[in-house]
Structures are given as C-alpha cells and as structure tokens.
C-alpha cells in the first residue's frame, strides 16, 4: 500500500438501484455524470449480488457480513442480535469514529449497531408494530402493489426530500471536517455511511427529473407476457400483485420515474462528492458506492424486487481510492455485498468479522495487497411470510440462489428450480433446470446451495419468530416506545400530478 496511513472512508448505500440504470454500466437513457466520473476514477464490478433481494435482510447481511440465515434474519420484521458485530463495530475497534447519516433500516431498540454517531434516522418506526407513517396521495405505492405502478409519474416523494436532509447533513459535516483540517493537518480519519432512500418507489421523480426521462424512456426489452410465464411462483407473483398485464402507459410513466430518481440519486451524490474536493478531503479517502438490492422495472414483466433475476439480485459497486486503486477498471468477477464489507475492513485496517464469509477483493483491483486465490461464486435469499401469493404454501416462500461461474442456479423449496447460463443467456430467457444435459450441473449447484441452508429449519425459525413479534408489537402498541433515530416524514411531502 502507497499510504503510512489509514485512509477515510465515505461509504453510500443507496436503496433498489438497479444496476442496469446507471451510465457506467451501459444504460444510454441514463444521466449519471457523477457515478461515470466516479467509476472511470476507479473500480466497477460487473457482477456484484445481494445477500437477499429485499431492504432488512440485505442491509443486515452487508452490516454483520454473514448470511440471512446466519444472522436469522428474513425478513423486514426480523431484528439483527445486538450481539452479533457489524462493520462499524470493527471500525470502532480499529480506532475509528462511525458515523452514520440517513437510512439504516434496522428494526428493533438498537439502531446503532456500532456505529458511534448517527444523523437522520429512517422515516418509518424503531420498533416492530410502531406508528408507521402516513403518505398521503401516495398511500400504498412503496411496496408490491399494483397502485404503485397506477399511481407514478411526476410529483414529489417523501423519500426524496429525506434524502435532501441526507445530503445536507452530508455536506455539513464535511464541512466541518474540512474546518477542522485546517485548523489541524493531523485530523484523524473519517469512517462516514451515508444512506439514500432513492431510488426506492414511489415511482414518483420531480417534474424536472421526470420530464428529461420521460422523452426518452423504451419498454422493457424482455416484457415476457403473463401467458409466457411457466414457473409457478412467478405466475403466481404477478397475479397476487396485479401484474398479470400492465398498460404501456404505467409501464413507461413508473421507469420514466424510476429513471428520474436514479438521476436525482446521482445529483446528491454530485453534491456530497463536491463538498468533499472543496474540503481537500478525497485524496485520501476510499469511496464506495453501492445499493441493498435492484429494481425489476418491467423486465420479465416484473416489478420491485423479491426475485432472483439480474436486475432485482445484482446490485451496483464501484470502488474508488486515488492512488491505490487504479483509474479505469472493470472487475467481472463474482463477488458479494458480504465480500464489500469485508473489503472495507482490509482497507481500513479494520480487524475481520470472526464469522463472517466475506473475503476481501482489494487484491484484484490493487497491489495494496497480494492478488487473492478468487472463486466467483454468490448467494443470496428469499425466505418470507408476507408479500407471498396465498397458493404459495399458506403464504410462506423459502428459496435461495447461487451464481457460479456462468451458472446461476434458483431454488423453490417444494417447485421446480431454475438454472440460467448467464454466458449464453445474459437475458434469463431459457430455463434449463430440465435440460438433461444441464442435470449434472443441476445436482452440483442444488446440492451446494442447500449446504448449511434448509427450508425446514428456516421455517420452523420464521414461525417462532412470527409468535415472538406478536407479543413485541402488542408490547409497541400498548407502550408507545419513543423512536430514538427517525425523520419527520410527513403525508403532504408526497404529491402526484395530474396523470391525465
């Protein structure tokens, strides 16, 4: 490594950005000037997956580096175990002051998990069962319901204007930095996340944002009609969200929004990036960007997220630090959000998470350390009791996926699986799970995704869970516990146009 020193690290988790929606990765209806600069100034990886593909299990997982199942946590009424160490714990152990600015989406009393300072919580409840937020016009359309491809189009978010207070409070604070460099050249490095709610839905930009999109905005380029769709949860899926059949209109009005958050996303992200040249803050600092899960946006005629295609499961990662990592670079090899976090450790010579899987990809973009021996292999899954079709067993799924090599692997625990060679296939069009000449990669990849990992267990973990958090919500609503890191979201800060 060039420095003597421990760098800063300036960490942005955003939240259901597709990574196809991004300039530097191939998008031409995209406007990302500042994640193209970002990305041609250092490292962008082409193949990088969530651990699962929806908020509090993914963004757990990228805290502690383990697992869902390993942390026991599925779903977003799941509470991360205070006891378990996180990477802003092994930050602080390294000497560091984490500071945490904006979402975090934590449920449970501790909404720090290491982290030594936080400005901006989350606009929803601390607590499992507290008083959830009013949104107004836009009631119903952050999660997979049909409304919110009805209800899209140009108006405000809520969820944008907590960003706003997120990238003011950014900015501040790097101000502050900055005052404090120099007044003291020797100022001790920085460890600060930031956490965007965008481009999460409502599908919902600003005029500005959503007019420049909206001129340009196509279809999706793999619509699969409903009477296409074969597998049985997915035929499922859309018709328990009413995405059986959607009209070109909503299909174009909600990625016209999608897309114009993206680039309100990017313009935030501009500004923070700005403030920390006009601080003569970033010669030393690693910048990391990246997001919890994608977004389907009508691929596949899907929508949100919840599944295992490239566009819900992979996420962005582009990695840049002056002078250690070189400008310019496209890493396609596999990697995983567990394999960011413990990256970010090995850079900032922060001890490793004891049991977590993550291993450090410093070396294949850097000689800061020697090249690692690297296996392109990723997990990730989906185990849920809510948002399921009724047919799918009483409403409960449990499935995980693999990505080796060429090969991603889907397993329906009780259904057929799906099996893609992403080689020959980058569309996911033709599910060989049941070509005979595919069977032994089949019972190699199945075999390998079930080991450590049964449905079984999960289910019967879910459903004690279930049985505890009945008694922890009545506890919410008969206490009224304060929320100690939330922001004011209001219902009049959701607007929507007129459609018409």
Known sequence: MTKSHKPNLLYIHTDQHNPYVAGCYGDRLAQTPTLDRLAANGAVFDNTYCPSPICVPSRMSALSGRHPYQNEVWTNSHVLDSAIPTLAHAMGAAGYHPVLIGRMHSVGPDQLHGYAERLVGDHGPNYIGGSDVGRGVLAGTAGPERVSLTRSGAGQSAYQVHDEYVTAATVDYLNRLG???????????????????LPHPPYV?????????????SLPSKPVPFEQEKHPFLRAWREHTGIAEVAEAEILRSRAAYWGLVQRVDS?????????????????TLI???????DMQGEHGLWWKHVFYEESVKVPLIVAWPSVIPAGQRCKRVVSALDVTATLLDALGAPPLPQSPGRSFLGLISEARPVPQWED?????????????????????YQRMIRQGDWKLIYYHGMAPQLFNLAD???????????????????????????????????AKMATK????????????????????????????????DLA
């Open 179 to 197: 005052v404090q460099k120099k007044a003291d050249r020797m100022l001790a490095p920085f460890s600060l996340s930031v956490g965007f709610m």
């Open 205 to 217: 930009a600003r005029q500005e944002d959503y007019a420049t999109c909206a001129a340009r905005m």
């Open 268 to 284: 935030m992200v501009g500004q923070i990036l700005q403030t920390l040249h006009d601080n003569a803050l970033a010669e030393d």
């Open 288 to 294: 990391v960007y990246t997001s919890d899960h994608g």
């Open 377 to 397: 292999v990723a997990f990730s899954e989906y185990c849920a009791d809510e948002y399921v079709p009724p047919p799918i067993d009483s409403g409960r799924t």
């Open 425 to 459: 296939d980058p569309g996911e069009l033709v599910d060989r799970a049941h070509d005979p000449s595919c069977q032994t990669t089949r019972d190699e990849l199945t075999a390998r995704v079930l080991d450590g990992w049964d449905a079984q267990v999960i289910a």
């Open 466 to 497: 279930r049985l505890d958090n009945a008694v922890l919500q009545a506890w919410v609503r008969q206490t009224n516990p304060p929320d100690q890191y939330r922001w004011a979201l209001r219902p009049e800060m959701n607007t929507l146009d």
